[in-house]
């Protein structure tokens, strides 16, 4: 799994999310914008994190698990049982 950048600083996290609560548009294909990076947290359980280019990866993410988003790089979540978690924002 990749890292954040040394250069790039936090500066907004989103809601937490559950199994329950996870919007659809995290659940399907998207991306962040040009320079934003993420980092999904999770707090409670556990996620799927699909990179989906420019090679396919998968990751299962826990606590102390974290995914790391590149800006512009498709990817999406799929939920797999009870969860908790939050995306930080880096730029």
Do not use: C
């Amino acid at each position: 799994m990749k890292t954040l950048p040394a250069t790039v600083a936090h500066y907004k996290t989103s809601s937490e999310f559950n199994q329950d609560t996870v919007p659809q548009a995290l659940q399907r294909t998207h991306t962040t914008a040009d320079n934003v990076w993420g980092r999904i947290v999770v707090h409670e359980g556990s996620l799927r994190y699909t990179i989906e280019e420019p090679e396919a990866e998968q990751h299962l993410l826990s606590p102390g698990i974290f995914g790391i988003v590149e800006p512009q790089v498709p990817h999406h979540v799929e939920v797999i049982g009870p969860v908790r978690f939050s995306v930080e924002f880096h730029r």
